[in-house]
């Protein structure tokens, strides 16, 4: 193997607060070992290391640390660390005048032009064969940019995504979001290798960006730990698929979590992320609490062959003990093309979930179906979704008022397939309830959609989050209102209502036009169909 020089610029090295530097700590220390040599750009802002000079890893000056600027913009002092592990430098999170007005993040003024200058040094006075880059936070991808053509091959490390999962929240205005998302596309774009951590991250990257992307996990270091044995993540449910053909496969999960209730914060239920052949499918969050229930889900279209599914807590996101979530079967269904749900199933949409809701278990897509009609070129398939509430939109009282319920229900992907079964239109219902042309990707010919707005509509361009794939189900409602979907799943009522619990909207006696309701449970629904008759002259309207 031929020796490698490497320059890494990570802002986050240790004694920095956070797991984020150990990464290049250990890559470092078994790059060196196999004869490379790896030099290290990072922040100053935390102090240092004793072993700094002997590992090269070179402290780059940072405003951050500036006493003067510090109290300027009322951050208070900033102690270094003595050690990792040390958590003396924590601070409050900044305002927003660094957080909501530079693109892509503070770091841009306090730290970039210092590494940029000592990237350029190191470039300039040694054969450097490699950059890499690991972020966040993303201003330090500028490095590569901005090293112009004396950048060497450059590596682009995404520990986190950039607008993809995000970790802040977006920018308030629409140029702002249009730069971030240039910059990131122009990273992407650039660096001859973007690396991902994990593989929706490394997905993202290649679907999305269009760039070259590998998959780089992060691992368990011995030497970090002498003795230590990482306990490595477990499946709580497998399925082997197996298909004579290719076919549509949903799975029927049937799942529990013991102690969980979605009406109580903090027990709320489990977020279970969902893999097919060690790829990411989808999450599905366990709503229903602690009986064992059935949740659908659609897989995709798979080809012929054995496939491996396989079900995972989130163990960072979950409103119980990942230990008290149980998978008690999982069946798995084929519907090969030519029969009669296939093109139903093959054309359901996958829905990115806006951002924050899974994390706060509010707003979920629990149950989506189809209804057909004819039409003069063909045949319409149209998708609705019963979301578990809505945080903007119509207030808890008027939902109750107008429609007799507190969950969301929404239409949001409509496709026209001709006789052959070939796409002659496509719609989805976006902001301000508008119809729009379907014009965005496709997984197989399941168009990708993502919710944009507190009321839940949906876009055809969008910042991937989690993903839902719910096995839509047939339901023709003709003369009926779409709240007959709910009473024939009368749960649910059940988790909507305890969502509204959870969150408040629910006293004994509520004022009027507060945006509350008595207890769900006490009210009587009642279903009639009646026809208005509109008086012309008289203005009066009377019932037939």
């Not at 490497?6 to 990464?23: D, E, Q």
């Not at 590494?115 to 300039?124: F, G, I, K, M, S």
């Not at 004396?150 to 995000?166: C, K, M, N, Q, Y």
Request: glycine share 8%; proline share 9%; net charge negative.
């Amino acid at each position: 193997m031929t020796p490698r020089n490497l320059l890494v610029v990570s802002y986050n090295h240790p004694p920095f607060p956070g797991p984020g530097g150990n990464r290049w700590v250990a890559m470092a220390r078994y790059l060196r070992e196999a004869g490379h040599s790896v030099t290290i750009l990072a922040s100053n802002a935390f102090g240092g290391l004793p072993d700094d000079d002997e590992l090269d890893v070179v402290r780059v000056n940072d405003l951050k640390s500036s006493r003067l600027l510090r109290r300027l913009l009322r951050r208070g002092h900033l102690a270094p660390l003595s050690a990792p592990g040390d958590d003396a430098g924590l601070e409050l999170p900044p305002p927003a005048l660094l957080t909501k007005v530079l693109v892509p993040d503070a770091y841009l003024v306090s730290w970039l032009p210092a590494v940029v200058r000592a990237a350029r040094r190191v470039v300039a006075s040694r054969e450097i064969d490699c950059l890499v880059t690991s972020g966040p936070p993303e201003s330090v991808f500028l490095t590569g940019l901005l090293l112009g053509a004396r950048r060497p091959a450059w590596i682009a490390e995404f520990r986190d995504g950039w607008s993809f999962e995000p970790l802040r929240e977006p920018f308030p205005t629409a140029p702002q979001r249009t730069f971030d998302r240039w910059l990131e596309h122009r990273v992407a774009q650039t660096a001859e290798v973007a690396v991902g951590v994990t593989q929706p991250i490394v997905d993202d990257l290649a679907r999305r960006l269009g760039a070259r992307s590998e998959y780089v996990p992060n691992g368990w270091d011995p030497a970090s730990a002498p003795g230590a044995v990482p306990a490595p993540e477990v499946a709580v449910a497998t399925k082997t698929v197996r298909l004579d053909g290719p076919a549509e496969v949903t799975l029927v999960v049937t799942a529990a979590c013991r102690d969980g209730s979605w009406a109580r914060a903090g027990h709320e239920g489990a977020v279970l992320r969902v893999m097919i052949d060690g790829r990411y499918s989808q999450h599905l969050v366990v709503s229903r609490g602690a009986e064992p229930a059935p949740y659908r889900i659609l897989l995709g279209s798979l080809d012929p062959g054995a496939h491996q599914a396989a079900v995972f807590v989130e163990q960072g996101n979950c409103g119980v003990s990942p230990d008290a979530v149980v998978v008690e079967d999982i069946v798995a269904t084929a519907v090969p093309p030519g029969t009669a749900d296939h093109r139903a199933l093959a054309h359901s949409p996958f829905i990115h979930a806006r951002a924050g809701t899974v994390a706060r278990f509010s707003d979920i897509p629990l149950l989506m179906w189809y209804a057909t009609e004819p039409s003069p070129r063909g045949t319409w398939i149209r998708y609705s979704v019963i979301f578990s509430n809505e945080d903007g939109g119509t207030p808890a009282d008027r939902l109750m008022a107008t429609w007799g319920r507190l969950t969301d229900i929404e239409y949001v992907y409509g496709v026209e397939l001709d006789a052959a079964g070939q796409i002659l239109a496509a719609e989805y219902q976006g902001p301000d309830h508008q119809f729009l042309p379907f014009a965005g990707e496709r997984v197989g010919q399941h168009p990708v959609l993502f919710v944009v707005t507190e009321n839940n509509m949906v876009s055809d361009r969008g910042v991937a989050s989690e993903r839902f794939a719910l096995a839509p189900i047939p339901f023709e409602i003709e003369e009926r209102s779409r709240e007959v979907v709910m009473d024939t799943h009368p749960w649910l009522y059940r988790v909507s209502s305890e969502e509204a619990m959870r969150e408040a909207r629910v006293e004994a006696f509520p004022q009027p036009g507060r945006g509350k309701v008595p207890d769900p449970r006490r009210f009587v629904y009642v279903e009639a169909c009646c026809r208005y008759l509109i008086h012309d002259f008289t203005g009066l309207a009377g019932i037939d």
